[in-house]
């Protein structure tokens, strides 16, 4: 049977990026959602796998974004009753963690630029960093974090300004803050929305869009190694 994946976007620019080839050479067929433009959440039945991408908004704008209540109410039954595989970025991570009861807020630093990560103990032994480097340059581009990590999950990754940076929280359901499905657009792509726009300048000052997308270009080679790595080790752990 062909496999079937939900993707929840919360702006149109901000997709799977280079998972969708990955998908597709797995001949899986995705839909997605986007709930900044008032789509409605579908019947979770009718997929095997649920993917949150990012956003500019924050998890505790619900009075700006109603739909964000909807939202993490979704994702926790998707995770907590359903217990069907689960992949978070960015946003997406920060709403895993406070649908399953783990606190999100405001950066005491933001993250923006391409910057290391250290797997934690628990992230050189958990399968889905298999074979990962324990430090690796990767796309951060946040100025929000999950500052309490929900009960019983596993803290996989951290690094100098964020203690929290990928999760598992039970067997089947990951989340990371960083951005590793990033492909060759993806800088200017982003960097026309205007939070995103003036985190990046504030962060990096001008001419900071052309400098990122230098950098992340010099990386790329090893941000789709990852990017590749971690898919495939999600679909190992979570599909089991």
């Known amino acids: 049977m062909t496999k079937r994946f939900l993707v929840l976007q919360h702006v149109a620019v901000e997709h799977p990026g280079i998972f969708r080839q990955f998908m597709a050479e797995e001949s899986i067929t995705w839909d997605a959602i986007e709930l900044d433009m008032g789509e409605a959440l579908p019947d979770p039945q009718s997929y095997q796998a649920l993917v949150v991408m990012g956003g500019p908004m924050d998890v505790w704008e619900e009075g700006k974004f109603p739909w964000l209540a909807a939202e993490k109410e979704f994702i926790r039954r998707w995770v907590e009753e359903l217990q069907r595989p689960f992949l978070g970025i960015c946003l997406g991570h920060q709403l895993l963690a406070a649908a399953l009861g ?74 990371f803050q960083f951005h590793v499905e990033v492909t060759a657009t993806t800088i200017t792509d982003w960097s026309v929305i205007p939070a995103y726009e003036q985190s990046l300048f504030d962060a990096l000052g001008e001419g900071a869009t052309a400098r990122l997308q230098a950098a992340a270009t010099d990386n790329m080679t090893d941000f789709n190694q990852l990017a590749r790595l971690i898919y495939d080790n999600w679909r190992r752990e979570a599909f089991q």
């Not at 960093?129 to 796309?139: G, N």
């Not at 999950?153 to 990951?174: D, M």
């Open 102 to 175: 783990g606190e999100v807020g405001s950066a005491a630093q933001s993250e923006v630029g391409v910057l290391p990560v250290a797997l934690t103990n628990s992230g050189r032994r958990h399968g889905f960093f298999r074979d990962a480097p324990p430090e690796f340059a990767c796309l951060q581009w946040h100025g929000a974090e999950v500052t309490r990590a929900p009960l019983d999950a596993q803290v996989l990754a951290a690094s100098e300004h964020c203690a929290i940076q990928a999760l598992a929280c039970g067997p089947r359901a990951f989340s």
